[in-house]
């Protein structure tokens, strides 16, 4: 039904740079709040970034001022770029979004939150 692929991760020394993008297809008929979350070895998964269907963006403190939260809404796309890059960045991410589903002519039901499958980021010299 509906699917979230992410992209745009890899390997970079400290200070470096990553953009990841998160596609969301599928039966969708609208999106409310997209988010980041990630997850290190032996860690729970932890929220990095969200926003909101009218743009409101919220961050965990560690990634304030180094990470930027975007959405294309035509595209059903959130991106997270990621600059500054530190060693305890290292973790997988995923997105996940909020949405309603398409079930006919102008009709809509809640469907839920999806999450991608995640994409590893690795931040190490």
């Known amino acids: 039904q509906v699917q979230l692929v992410e992209s745009g991760g890899g390997s970079v020394q400290p200070g470096g740079s990553l953009r990841l993008s998160c596609v969301a297809s599928?039966?969708?008929?609208?999106?409310?709040?997209m988010g980041w979350y990630r997850q290190a070895p032996g860690k729970q998964r932890e929220p990095v970034a969200t926003i909101t269907s009218d743009g409101r963006t919220n961050y965990e403190d560690s990634v304030k001022g180094r990470f930027t939260i975007s959405r294309d809404y035509a595209k059903n796309t959130v991106y997270l770029q990621m600059n500054s890059l530190k060693p305890h960045d290292t973790a997988v991410y995923y997105c996940?979004?909020?949405?309603?589903?398409?079930?006919?002519?102008?009709?809509?039901?809640?469907?839920?939150?999806?999450w991608g499958q995640g994409t590893q980021v690795a931040v190490s010299s």
């Open positions: 996940n979004a909020d949405l309603w589903l398409s079930t006919g002519w102008r009709s809509q039901s809640y469907g839920g939150i999806y």
């Open positions: 599928g039966i969708i008929f609208s999106i409310d709040d």
